[in-house]
T-cell receptor, first 114, second 108 residues
């Protein structure tokens, strides 16, 4: 079974631009969560989607948004990029998103904002 | 407000000895905890979990202990192996709350 895939793996943008990251979950998984990882803050939850609906949202500004498609693939968008948005963005999928459900993470997209 | 804290950013342990990684939490409503392991350039992988109704869960070389009164959990790795060198994250409740991670170095 193929794992979680994320594209692109690396991205360089400049301040003020916007970016879209993509995540394809494991086949059959309906929950997709997004996390931001930075050296200072560790892993921080952005949002979770289940059946095309945002089910949970972390404490991030409205510049960070996401969506999920009917095939469970998900995208996240960051508008008006800031230097502090440079981070590793991870997505994780699980069958139902229940707390006891194992999450499987993708390799991440490394975003650098110049 | 950090609800899950891993106070040791790094830890070095001799190969073959026991590695103990610690995690403290503040939210007594958490009812499920997980540990993840992360290698560079890879996403975290699930390692072991524990429900709040238990105080210990074991899986091979990995054991997680939960002390609810102290709001503390720990991950024990025995014996430590070179492949255990990684960053370890603990997470609480619905996996939304992660600690900042502890980098474990296994020394030859």
């Amino acid at each position: 079974k193929a794992g979680v895939t994320q594209t692109p793996r690396y991205l360089i943008k400049t301040r003020g631009q916007q970016v879209t990251l993509s995540c394809s979950p494991i086949s059959g998984h309906r929950s997709v969560s997004w996390y931001q990882q930075t050296p200072g803050q560790g892993l921080q939850f952005l949002f979770e989607y289940f059946s095309e609906t945002q089910r949970n949202k972390g404490n991030f500004p409205g510049r960070f948004s996401g969506r999920q498609f009917s095939n469970s693939r998900s995208e996240m968008n960051v508008s008006t990029l800031e230097l502090g948005d440079s981070a590793l963005y991870l997505c994780a999928s699980s069958l139902s998103g229940d707390s006891t459900d194992t999450q499987y993470f993708g390799p991440g997209t490394r975003l650098t904002v110049l | 407000d950090q609800q899950v804290k891993q106070n040791s950013p790094s830890l070095s342990v001799q190969e073959g000895r026991i590695s103990i990684l610690n995690c403290d939490y503040t939210n007594s409503m958490f009812d499920y905890f997980l540990w993840y392991k992360k290698y560079p350039a890879e996403g975290p992988t699930f390692l072991i979990s524990i429900s709040s109704i238990k105080d210990k869960n074991e899986d091979g070389r990995f054991t997680v202990f939960l002390n609810k009164s102290a709001k503390h959990l720990s991950l024990h790795i025995v014996p430590s192996q070179p492949g255990d060198s990684a960053v370890y994250f603990c997470a609480g409740d619905d996996k939304i709350i992660f600690g900042k991670g502890t980098r474990l170095h296994i020394l030859p």
